[in-house]
C-alpha cells in the first residue's frame, strides 16, 4: 500500500504546488508572446498530470479495498457525526473542473434537505462514494450534455442522486454493475476502469445502513445513480427497520 500510494501522493501534490503558486493567473500576466503562450500549455499539461494523478490514486484506492472485500474483511470505518454538505461541495468542485475540460455542466438542485444534512459516517467513505458517481457522470457523459446532482430527503434517509444524459444502462445490467470487476457498456470507451468502484460504493453505503441503487430507460437514455444515507446516524433509520445493520467503527 505504501509502495503505491507515497510516489503518487508525492507526485500529486508536487503538481498542486506548482499550479499554486506558479501557474495562476496573476503569475502568467508578467509574462507575453510566447513566453506566455509556453507557460500556458505548461499549465495545461500540469493539469493533464493533476487529473490522472488522482485517477491512479483513485484506482489504487478501489484495489486495495477490494483486496480487503475479496479475502472477507470488513472495510475500515471511522465513523462520527458530520456535516455531508462540505463533503459533497468539495466534490463538487473537484470534478466540476473535470467536467468543464469536457464541455460539461454539472447542476447541484437542493430539492428538500435544507439544512438538515448531518449523519453518522465516516466522512472519507462518503467523498469516495460522491468521487465514484460524479466520475463515472463525467465519464459517460458526451460534450454538450448535463449532468443534475440532487439532494432530498425523506423520513429517514438523505438521498444523493446523481443523474447523466449519457450512454445509459440497459434494464438487465443494472444490478449487475455493482458486482466486482462488472461494467455496463459494450464499447471500450465505455469500459474504463477497474469494476470495482461500485461495488465499493455499494459496501459504503450497506456498512452505513444505506443503499445504492441504479435506474436508466436503456441505451442511449442515461442513468441516475440514488444514494441514501440515514439521516442523523443508523440508530434513528434502525428504529424504522430493524433490518439495517449499524456501522461498526473499525481501526485504521
Known amino acids: 500500500s505504501n509502495e503505491l500510494k507515497t510516489p503518487l501522493a508525492s507526485l500529486d501534490g508536487f503538481a498542486r504546488i506548482i499550479n ?23 499549465r495545461r499539461r500540469i493539469g493533464r498530470m ?3 494523478l488522482a485517477r491512479l490514486i483513485r484506482l ?7 483486496s480487503r472485500i475479496d479475502r472477507g474483511r470488513e472495510l475500515e470505518m471511522n465513523s462520527t457525526r458530520i456535516d455531508l454538505a462540505p463533503i459533497l461541495d468539495e466534490a463538487l468542485e473537484v470534478y466540476r473542473d473535470q467536467a468543464r475540460h469536457k464541455g460539461l455542466e454539472i447542476r447541484y438542485e437542493e430539492e ?3 439544512e438538515d444534512m448531518w449523519a453518522v459516517a465516516d466522512p472519507d467513505r462518503i467523498r469516495q462514494v460522491f468521487d465514484n458517481l460524479l466520475n463515472n457522470a ?4 458526451d460534450a454538450g450534455n448535463g ?6 430527503s425523506t423520513e429517514d434517509f438523505l438521498e444523493f442522486s446523481v443523474r447523466d444524459s449519457g450512454a445509459g444502462i440497459e434494464p438487465r445490467e443494472l444490478e449487475r ?22 461495488a465499493v460504493a455499494k459496501n459504503i453505503a450497506e456498512r452505513h445502513g444505506g443503499y445504492i441503487r441504479a435506474e436508466s430507460g436503456g441505451r442511449g437514455a442515461g442513468s441516475i445513480f440514488i444514494f441514501g444515507i440515514p439521516r442523523g446516524g443508523v440508530e434513528r433509520a434502525e428504529r424504522r427497520n430493524p433490518s439495517i445493520k449499524p456501522v461498526v467503527p473499525m481501526a485504521s
Do not use: C, H, W
Request: overall charge negative.
Open 147 to 152: 449532468i443534475r446532482v440532487a439532494i432530498r
Open 50 to 52: 493533476d487529473r490522472n
Open 177 to 198: 454493475i455493482f458486482d466486482l470487476y462488472e461494467q455496463a457498456g459494450d464499447e471500450p470507451s465505455q469500459r474504463q476502469g477497474t469494476g470495482i468502484g461500485l
Open 138 to 141: 463525467v465519464k459517460f457523459t
Open 60 to 66: 489504487v484506492d478501489e484495489l486495495l479495498d477490494f
Open 112 to 114: 428538500s434537505a435544507g
Open 20 to 42: 499554486q503558486l506558479f501557474l495562476t493567473d496573476r503569475f502568467l500576466a508578467r509574462f507575453e508572446g510566447e513566453e506566455r503562450d509556453r507557460l500556458e500549455q505548461v
